[in-house]
Every structure is written in structure tokens, then in C-alpha cells.
């Protein structure tokens, strides 16, 4: 036989109803809330059951002695246990779905028997890009951090179990016991006397009618200036749309109508966005901005480069430029022979008509001897080039 529940285990029953967490469900027509054992035997050992008090043992001290308890809970029909029952689905529907699964293969290979080669081809190359982009997708939810699709879920159903022993595990209990809850009993009570005090108003003093006339009055009037203003800059934002040609997005209290706080609805005042030609003209040219900085830094770290293999090759340079010296003498050498010869030329131009036959000899035989200057000086640059 089984006696009355105690004091004691009400509140333990109770303090475990609200506090394991539970789910609900339909058993034999019926909406329950079932909880999971092993969870209810963690809840009990972390309740005031657990510690112990001053000159008392505590209640719970093992996994054991929580089961022990929880059976006397259940003989005392807080709850009882259930069988899972996955559900199946019927014959009737597997049958109807193998067939229209026959009857569309059969007509998809009369569709692929009548097509021809090269929208065979085509096919083998769509194929090949579905199976490259299945490929990638697995890829992708390979690596972390990637959200991993959800897992279907199998739907079960619940019916009592002939051995009624709570055991600790994954075995399902389903409440019985259902007290009401502090808070549902507090907002029903301010219910009820709000019902009686609102069919006892005719009986309320004159100055409390007429104050409590102007607050509905006043609370009326505030929704409804919400309201207003939740269309009157609609409004506004279709007319500036409308006469801009689309290109300025000014709204009004843009966070009026947002889930937001109270005080974070009226903030900011306005916002305004210019979305036209110029507009894309400043991306492109943060853009190009932004290519610039990258080009100029990459350049000054050239030229500093070039800058260190310069100051590496200055040695070599400097000993070029002695050669180069001596060339430039030579040269120098040469114009003013040259300049001679045309003053040579100049001052005996007049006596062009003169000449006799032993003065052509004598310049043709010095014109000889120049040239075999000329060509041993010519001679003589590369030796002292080398040098």
C-alpha cells in the first residue's frame, strides 16, 4: 500500500518539476512533459539536498541514493515511466512511393534512350561539374568552423511501460504530478482583482474616474501619434525617392519600427544615404586611391634597393672615369689639329688660281704625312685605353 507523500518530498518533487528540464509531447491523445533520469539525478545533486547542514546528514550523497529516492517518488506517482516508440510509416505509402519510383525510372531511360549523342555529351560534362562542386561542398563542411547540417530527426511516440522502476540513464518518465507555479498564481490573483476593480467603476471616487479618463485618454493618444508617424515618413521617404529619382534614402526615425528599446526607438533622429553615379565614382576612387598607396610603397622600397646596389658600385665606377679622361685628351687633340687645317685651307684659298705644279706636289706629299700621323695616333688610343 501506498501512504500519503510528506512534506519533504513534495518539495523535492517540486523543486525537481521546475527545475530539470523537460520536453513535451503527445501520449495516448494526451499533451506531457517527460524528462530524461540521468538528468533529474544530476538536478537532485546539485539541489540543498545535497550539503550538508549543521548537525544534520545531507539527503543526497550518491547517484544511488538519489535513484533510491526517486523510486519512492514514483510509487508515489509524481511520474511513471514510459517506452520510446519509434513511429514507421505505413505499407500503403512505402508501397505507392516504390511504384511512382519504377514509373519515373522507367520513363527517365525512354527520355535518355531518345536523346542524341551530343546531349549525351553535354550531360556527361554537367555531371562532371555537379559531382566537382559536391566534391567542394564537402570539402568546405570538412574544414572548422563550418555549421554541419542538420541531422533529421526521428519522430517517436510514448506508451507506459509494464516495469515501473526509475533505473538511472536514458530511460523517460513522464509527470504526473503538477503544482502550479508561484508566478502563474501571483498574475491570475492581479488578474482577478484588475477584473473586479474595473466592474466596480462606478463606485471609484469622481477624481479617480476623471484621472484614470485622461491617462486611457492620453495613452490612446500616444499610440496613435505612433502610429502617424510610422506612415508619415514612409510617406516622406517615397516622395524625396520619387523627386530624386532614387538616388537620396532619407528616412525619419529610422529605428521607429525596429526591435529595439524603447528610448533606442526614437534614436537616431534621421539617416540619410545618396546612392547615384557620384557615389560610385568615390568607391572607385578609394579604390584607386588604395592601388596608389600599395604602388607607392612597393616603389620606395625599390629605389631604396636601387639606392644600396648604387652606393655598392660606386668603387668600380670611380675607376672607369680615369680612362675615360685620357680619351677625352685625345680628343681634344684632334680639334685642334682639325682647326688648323682649316685655317691652313682658309688662308690659302685666295691663291687658289696660282698654284703651280711643284706646290701641289709639296701639299699632296704633306697630305701623306698627316694621314700617317693620324693613323698612328689611332694606333696609339687603344694601347692607352688598355692601359
Known amino acids: 500500500e501506498v501512504g500519503e507523500p510528506f512534506k519533504e518530498e513534495k518539495a523535492v518533487a517540486k523543486y525537481l518539476r521546475f527545475n530539470c528540464p523537460t520536453k513535451s509531447t503527445n501520449m495516448m491523445g494526451h499533451r506531457v512533459d517527460y524528462f530524461i533520469a540521468s538528468k533529474a539525478v544530476d538536478c537532485l545533486l546539485d539541489s540543498k539536498?545535497?550539503?550538508?547542514?549543521?548537525?544534520?546528514?545531507?539527503?543526497?550523497?550518491?547517484?544511488?541514493?538519489?535513484?533510491?529516492?526517486c523510486n519512492r517518488l514514483l510509487k508515489k506517482q509524481f511520474f511513471h515511466r514510459a517506452l520510446k516508440v519509434m513511429k514507421m510509416k505505413p505499407d500503403k505509402d512505402t508501397k505507392k512511393?516504390?511504384?511512382?519510383?519504377?514509373?519515373?525510372?522507367?520513363?527517365?531511360e525512354e527520355k535518355k534512350s531518345k536523346k542524341e549523342s551530343g546531349k549525351d555529351d553535354k550531360n556527361k560534362k554537367e555531371k562532371e561539374k555537379k559531382k566537382d562542386g559536391e566534391k567542394e561542398e564537402s570539402?568546405?563542411?570538412?574544414?572548422?568552423?563550418?555549421?554541419?547540417?542538420?541531422?533529421?530527426?526521428?519522430?517517436?511516440?510514448?506508451?507506459?511501460?509494464?516495469?515501473?522502476?526509475?533505473?538511472?540513464?536514458?530511460?523517460v518518465y513522464v509527470w504526473?504530478?503538477?503544482?502550479?507555479?508561484?508566478?502563474?498564481?501571483?498574475?491570475?490573483?492581479?488578474?482577478?482583482?484588475?477584473?473586479?476593480?474595473?466592474?466596480?467603476?462606478?463606485?471609484w471616487p469622481a477624481e479617480m474616474r476623471v484621472g484614470v479618463?485622461?491617462?486611457?485618454?492620453?495613452?490612446?493618444?500616444?499610440?496613435?501619434?505612433?502610429?502617424?508617424?510610422?506612415?508619415?515618413?514612409?510617406?516622406?521617404?517615397?516622395?524625396?525617392?520619387?523627386?530624386?529619382?532614387?538616388?537620396?534614402?532619407?528616412?525619419?526615425?529610422?529605428?521607429?519600427?525596429?526591435?529595439?528599446?524603447?528610448?533606442?526607438?526614437?534614436?537616431?533622429?534621421?539617416?540619410?544615404?545618396?546612392?547615384?553615379?557620384?557615389?560610385?565614382?568615390?568607391?572607385?576612387?578609394k579604390s584607386e586611391s588604395k592601388k596608389q598607396q600599395k604602388y607607392d610603397s612597393e616603389e620606395k622600397s625599390d629605389n631604396e634597393k636601387k639606392e644600396e646596389d648604387d652606393g655598392k658600385t660606386e668603387g668600380p665606377r670611380n675607376s672607369g672615369t680615369d680612362g675615360s679622361g685620357g680619351e677625352r685628351h685625345s680628343d681634344t687633340d684632334s680639334d685642334r689639329r682639325e682647326?688648323?687645317?682649316?685655317?691652313?685651307?682658309?688662308?690659302?684659298?685666295?691663291?687658289?688660281?696660282m698654284i703651280t705644279k711643284e706646290e701641289l706636289e709639296q701639299q699632296t706629299d704633306e697630305g701623306d704625312c698627316e694621314e700617317e700621323e693620324e693613323e698612328e695616333?689611332?694606333?696609339?688610343r687603344p694601347s692607352h685605353e688598355k692601359s
Open 49 to 69: 539536498w545535497a550539503k550538508a547542514k549543521k548537525g544534520e546528514e545531507a539527503l543526497f550523497t550518491t547517484r544511488e541514493s538519489v535513484v533510491d529516492y
Open 97 to 108: 512511393e516504390k511504384e511512382k519510383g519504377k514509373a519515373e525510372i522507367g520513363k527517365e
Open 139 to 171: 570539402k568546405k563542411d570538412e574544414t572548422p568552423g563550418t555549421p554541419k547540417k542538420k541531422e533529421t530527426k526521428r519522430k517517436f511516440k510514448l506508451e507506459p511501460h509494464e516495469d515501473q522502476v526509475f533505473l538511472d540513464g536514458n530511460e
Open 176 to 203: 504526473i504530478y503538477d503544482p502550479v507555479h508561484f508566478k502563474t498564481f501571483a498574475m491570475g490573483l492581479v488578474l482577478v482583482i484588475a477584473v473586479i476593480a474595473a466592474t466596480l467603476f462606478p463606485l
Open 213 to 285: 479618463y485622461y491617462l486611457s485618454v492620453g495613452a490612446g493618444c500616444f499610440v496613435a501619434s505612433i502610429l502617424l508617424l510610422a506612415v508619415a515618413r514612409c510617406i516622406l521617404f517615397l516622395i524625396i525617392w520619387l523627386i530624386t529619382g532614387g538616388r537620396h534614402h532619407f528616412w525619419f526615425l529610422p529605428n521607429l519600427t525596429a526591435d529595439v528599446g524603447f528610448i533606442d526607438s526614437f534614436r537616431p533622429l534621421y539617416t540619410h544615404e545618396y546612392k547615384g553615379p557620384k557615389a560610385d565614382l568615390k568607391k572607385e576612387e
Open 339 to 353: 682647326d688648323d687645317r682649316s685655317q691652313h685651307s682658309s688662308g690659302n684659298g685666295n691663291d687658289f688660281e
Open 377 to 380: 695616333e689611332t694606333e696609339s
